[in-house]
């Protein structure tokens, strides 16, 4: 009973380690957007300064997609221990 007891218990550690990893691997395939701006001033002429800049990252060709498939394939893999 208390061996049942064991794997059950580690077979749900690694469903939700699954489930965290699909989390994460499906956030990754979206793009990174970074905004920046800085203000200042020169002191002898008393002009301001402006900076704005906004970025953005996109890997579209890492393979996110299959990254995704297999992330959820674990899910499914680390419930089947549970069931």
Do not use: C
């Amino acid at each position: 009973m208390l061996q049942w007891v064991k794997e059950r218990f580690l077979a749900r550690i690694s469903e939700l380690a699954a489930e965290a990893t699909a989390r994460q691997t499906f956030r990754n395939f979206f793009p990174d957007i970074v905004a920046s701006g800085t203000y200042g001033g020169t002191r002898s002429e008393f002009a301001e300064i402006f900076s704005y800049g906004v970025q953005l990252n996109w890997s579209i060709f890492d393979g996110s997609v299959t990254h995704v498939v297999t992330a959820f394939a674990m899910i499914t893999h680390a419930a089947s221990f549970i069931s």
